[in-house]
Antibody, heavy 127, light 112 residues
């Protein structure tokens, strides 16, 4: 059974960088048919996709976040991370990591359906 | 980019009755391999989203058979037959035919 678990500070000050790590257990992060994504859900709003990461390090980001997001992978520890710069109160949300399951033949392709999710981590941006 | 539009935005159905949620994509998500790249998710408060259906109609292991998906090309439907109290949630469709994958805005399902 694959498990994903988000971890990181629950409180971040405005203008600082929000950093979260997703630890994957029960399976390897290095599968060629999998992508590792971040989502968020602000209070009272719907899901927002942030970006997608391939284990070899290439990433694809949502246009809404592209200017201030970086995602990275640590294959040794089976983890991947999200860094969101210059946060404001509008970045307060529950952040989810998830696995995208893909049948792409071209690598990377950054598309798939999301079959495993972390439980979510609430991050509040406040001074 | 493909845009996914769900209808209705919210829905109230009596216990035991049928709930129908529609999803329309701005472009076809039917691949030349004859598979529709369309998934459905259930999202309950305080929980992560749960994959219900992939490839437009393939139920995930453990998903009750009262959940069914149908449609092809640009028009899809999630049907919940015999609504149970635990089905109260927001439901999303998602296309994974092209990058970036896109979700619908969500349909909030309540008990009447």
């Amino acid at each position: 059974q694959l498990l994903l678990q988000e971890s990181g500070p629950g409180l971040v000050k405005p203008s600082e960088t929000l950093s979260l790590t997703c630890t994957v257990s029960g399976g390897s992060i290095t599968g060629v048919n999998y992508y590792w994504d971040w989502f968020r859900q602000p209070p009272g709003k719907g899901l927002e996709w942030i970006g997608s990461l391939f284990y070899r390090g290439s990433a694809f980001y949502s246009g809404s976040f592209k200017s201030r997001v970086t995602m990275s992978v640590d294959t040794f520890n089976n983890q991947f991370s999200l860094h969101l710069r210059s946060v404001t109160a509008a970045d307060t949300a529950v952040y989810y990591c998830a696995r995208a399951n893909s049948d792409c033949t071209e690598i990377p392709c950054f598309k798939g359906y999301f079959d495993y999710w972390g439980q979510g981590a609430l991050v509040t941006v406040s001074s | 980019d493909i845009v996914m539009t769900q209808s209705p935005d919210s829905l109230a159905v009596s216990l035991g009755e049928r709930a129908t949620i529609n999803c329309k994509s701005s472009q076809s998500v039917l691949h030349t391999n004859n598979r529709d790249y369309l998934a459905w998710y259930q999202h309950k408060p305080g929980h992560p989203p749960k994959l219900l259906i992939s490839w437009a109609f393939t139920r995930e292991f453990g998903v009750p058979d009262r959940f069914s998906g149908s449609g092809s090309g640009t028009d899809f439907t999630l049907t919940i037959s015999g609504l149970q109290a635990e089905d109260v949630a927001v439901y999303y469709c998602q296309q994974y035919y092209s990058t970036p994958h896109a979700f619908g805005q969500g349909t909030e399902l309540e008990i009447k």
